[in-house]
C-alpha cells in the first residue's frame, strides 16, 4: 500500500490525555451546534468526487463534528433504503412493514452503533499495539466521513448482484477506514493501520452478524444473515 503524505507538522497530533476526555466531548458538542449544511454538502460534494483530503481536513477541525457525523448517516440510510427494498422485492411485496422495521429502522440504528465500536476498536488497537496516541474525537470524523462512501450501497436491492454490492461495499468501507486513519493518526504507517483498523471491522462484522442472527435485525450486506 502507497504510503500517503500525511508527516507534515500540519497533521501531527499531541499524544491523547485521558484525563481531556471532558475537554474533547465539550468540544464535540461545540462541533454540533456550530452545524452548517452547506460544509456538510461542500464535504460530501468533494469526497464523493474523490478528494479524499477532506479525511485530514475533518480530522484537524473540530467544527466540522456535525458535518462528519451527517455524511456518514446519509451513507447508512442509503444503505438501509437498498437492504429494505431488497428484501421487499425479494418477498415479492409480501414483507414491507417488517423490514421496514428490522431492516430501515433498527438495522440503521445497529450499524450506526456497530460503525461506533469500529472506530473504538480501531483507536485502542492502535493505541495499545503501537504505542500511537490519537484524539478520539478526530478519528472520528476522519471515519465518518469515510462512511458517506457507503451511498452506493442503495444499489443492495439489485437482485442477482446484490451480495457482490454487499461485499464490494464493505471492502471499499475498510480501505477507506485505513485512509481515514492514516489522516487522523499521520504517526501510524501503513501496517499499524492496516492491522488496527482489520481488528476494529472484525469487531464491527462480529457484532452485526450476532444482531442479525438473534435478533433478525441487519442492514448492508447483513441483510443476507437474517433469519
Not at 452548517?36 to 477541525?61: I, K, N
Amino acid at each position: 500500500m502507497a504510503q500517503l503524505p500525511t508527516h507534515d507538522d500540519a497533521f501531527r497530533q499531541r499524544p491523547y490525555d485521558p484525563r481531556q476526555a471532558g475537554r474533547h466531548w465539550y468540544s464535540f458538542a461545540n462541533g454540533l451546534r456550530s452545524f452548517d449544511w452547506r460544509r456538510a454538502f461542500q464535504l460530501y460534494r468533494r469526497l464523493l468526487t474523490g478528494d479524499l483530503s477532506v479525511m485530514r481536513e475533518v480530522a484537524l477541525r473540530p467544527a466540522d463534528n456535525a458535518a462528519s457525523l451527517i455524511i456518514m448517516l446519509l451513507g447508512l440510510l442509503s444503505t438501509g433504503v437498498g437492504g429494505w427494498l431488497y428484501v421487499v422485492i425479494d418477498s415479492r411485496g409480501a414483507e414491507i412493514a417488517g423490514p421496514a422495521l428490522n431492516v430501515l429502522l433498527l438495522g440503521s440504528i445497529a450499524l450506526f452503533g456497530a460503525m461506533a465500536i469500529w472506530i473504538s476498536v480501531s483507536w485502542h488497537a492502535l493505541r495499545s499495539l503501537f504505542d500511537v496516541s490519537v484524539d478520539p474525537m478526530s478519528l472520528m470524523r476522519a471515519f465518518a466521513v469515510s462512511g458517506g462512501f457507503a451511498i452506493w450501497q442503495f444499489w443492495l436491492f439489485a437482485g442477482p448482484v446484490s451480495f457482490a454490492v454487499g461485499l464490494v461495499g464493505t471492502l471499499v468501507s475498510v480501505v477507506f477506514a485505513v485512509i481515514a486513519l492514516r489522516a487522523a493518526a499521520p504517526e501510524a504507517d501503513d501496517r499499524a493501520a492496516l492491522i488496527s483498523v482489520g481488528i476494529g471491522f472484525a469487531a464491527y462484522a462480529l457484532t452485526m452478524s450476532i444482531i442479525a442472527h438473534l435478533a433478525g435485525v441487519g442492514s448492508g450486506i447483513f441483510v443476507h444473515a437474517l433469519n
